[in-house]
C-alpha cells in the first residue's frame, strides 16, 4: 500500500513560478521512476517530466528550460521546480511513481492532484 501526496500548487501570475511536491508513504521496497503529469479540462492526461532513481530525466517539450525536475531518494520525494510558467500550464498536476514491492513486482500508483493556475 503506497500513498503519494502532492503539495506546491496555487494560483500564480504568468511568468512566476511554482514548485510542487510529491511524497510517497507506505509499505515498498524501492520506487524506481517518479514523474509528474497534468490534465486540464477537455483534454488528456499529459507527461510533464520524469526521473528514475538514477537520475534520468526526461521533460515534454512545451516545458523544456522552463521546469526542472528533481528527486530525495532517502525522503522518497520528487519536486518539479516550474518558472516561467504560462497560462497553458493551467492545469491539475498529478505525481505518479513506479513502486517496487517486497515481492519484486512493481505498481504504478498516482496522487490525489495539485491544481496549477496560470492567470492574470
Known amino acids: 500500500q503506497v500513498q503519494l501526496v502532492e503539495s506546491g500548487g496555487g494560483l500564480v501570475q504568468p511568468g512566476g513560478s511554482l514548485r510542487l511536491s510529491c511524497a510517497a508513504s507506505?509499505?515498498?521496497?524501492?520506487?524506481?521512476?517518479m514523474g509528474w503529469y497534468r490534465q486540464a479540462p477537455g483534454k488528456e492526461r499529459e507527461l510533464v517530466a520524469s526521473?528514475?532513481?538514477?537520475?534520468?530525466?526526461n521533460y515534454q517539450d512545451s516545458v523544456k528550460g522552463r521546469f526542472t525536475i528533481s528527486r530525495d531518494n532517502a525522503k522518497n520525494t520528487v519536486y518539479l521546480q516550474m518558472n516561467s510558467l504560462k497560462p497553458e500550464d493551467t492545469a491539475l498536476y498529478y505525481c505518479?511513481?513506479?513502486?517496487?514491492?517486497?515481492?519484486?513486482?512493481?505498481?504504478?500508483?498516482w496522487g490525489q492532484g495539485t491544481q496549477v493556475t496560470v492567470s492574470s
Open positions: 507506505g509499505s515498498f521496497n524501492s520506487i524506481d521512476a
Open positions: 505518479n511513481a513506479d513502486v517496487w514491492s517486497r515481492y519484486y513486482t512493481k505498481r504504478s500508483y
Open positions: 526521473i528514475r532513481s538514477a537520475g534520468t530525466i
